[in-house]
């Protein structure tokens, strides 16, 4: 809470979710609820684990953006969670404009579920040219050390910042690493 301005002892959760950008807490809530409703049942719920941001308002009026990660971590007999694990991480170097994002991400088949179906949210090349980019490489030393093409390389960086939602690869990178997919 000290990031935002407030004294440790000064927020409590209620008050908490009222300092949530008031575009985000929609949103917010509905990430959870949809959540909820797909794991619901599922004998793999713990397999999950709901990736979403949001803004919170610090003292001096501004807002900086939060990942949110929430994860089953016990169930009980009846299959119902009772445990579950949350962690959030400051997302520094995204533009307070950015609209949220979310994902709910099998842990297991590294897959992303949009609530209806499962899908990749960035393929294996994708993440292969990630990991060159991250270890310094440009497109052209990447197009050859994969034998494609640069115009390749560039259309895999673009679908990654658009799978990502972010405006340049050094963000995509981090995001992906929070998620857990790099």
Request: overall charge neutral.
């Amino acid at each position: 809470m000290e990031l935002l301005g407030y004294k440790n002892r000064e927020i409590e959760v209620s008050r908490y979710h009222r300092m949530v950008h008031p575009d985000d807490q929609p949103f917010l809530y509905d990430s959870e609820l949809q959540m909820y409703r797909y794991l619901e049942g599922r004998d793999d719920k713990m397999d999950y684990k709901l990736v979403y941001d949001y803004r919170v308002r610090a003292t001096d009026g501004s807002y900086i953006r939060f990942l949110h990660q929430m994860a089953i971590f016990a169930c009980d007999r009846d299959r119902h969670a009772w445990l579950m694990l949350v962690i959030s991480d400051v997302l520094q170097q995204y533009p307070e404009e950015l609209h949220p994002r979310r994902v709910l991400l099998n842990t297991k088949t590294q897959k992303v579920c949009l609530f209806d179906k499962e899908q990749e949210l960035v393929t294996s090349r994708e993440k292969e040219i990630v990991r060159l980019i991250s270890q310094g490489l440009d497109s052209n030393q990447i197009a050859d050390r994969l034998c494609i093409s640069i115009h390749t390389v560039n259309n895999h960086r673009q679908n990654i910042l658009a799978k990502t939602q972010t405006r340049h690869i050094a963000q995509a990178m981090y995001y992906l690493r929070c998620i857990g997919l790099l």
